[in-house]
């Protein structure tokens, strides 16, 4: 081999290594993005669990306070106890299995 060649072979093991140098950095960082969507995939769950806590406490405040007042529309709130009452039969169902 020339000495050129032998220059231009070494030049191409640098550039390699440098090459895989970055893969490898990139796979690093790769996981710890993977790492960071699940944690957020999980946050996001639980804040979704929770909103739809927060939603249910909130109709059933609402429902609470048009009874305890009076004022409010009576049909609705018998559509709404009307739809408690399936929710508790389906989870008395639930239980019976």
């Given at each position: 081999m020339t000495e050129e060649?032998?220059?231009?072979?070494?030049?191409?093991?640098?550039r390699i290594h440098h090459l895989f140098g970055?893969?490898?950095?990139?796979?690093?960082?790769?996981?710890?993005?993977?790492?960071?969507?699940?944690?957020l995939n999980i946050?996001?769950?639980?804040l979704e669990k929770e909103k739809a806590d927060l939603v249910t406490?909130?109709?059933?405040?609402?429902?609470?306070k048009s009874m305890e007042s009076g004022y409010g529309d009576s049909r609705e709130v018998r559509q709404k106890i009307g739809k408690l009452m399936r929710e508790i039969d389906k989870c008395v169902a639930l239980l019976n299995e």
């Open positions: 060649s032998l220059l231009l072979v070494r030049e191409l093991k640098g970055a893969f490898e950095n990139l796979e690093g960082m790769n996981r710890a993005l993977q790492e960071t969507i699940t944690a946050q996001i769950e639980v406490r909130y109709e059933n405040l609402k429902l609470a």
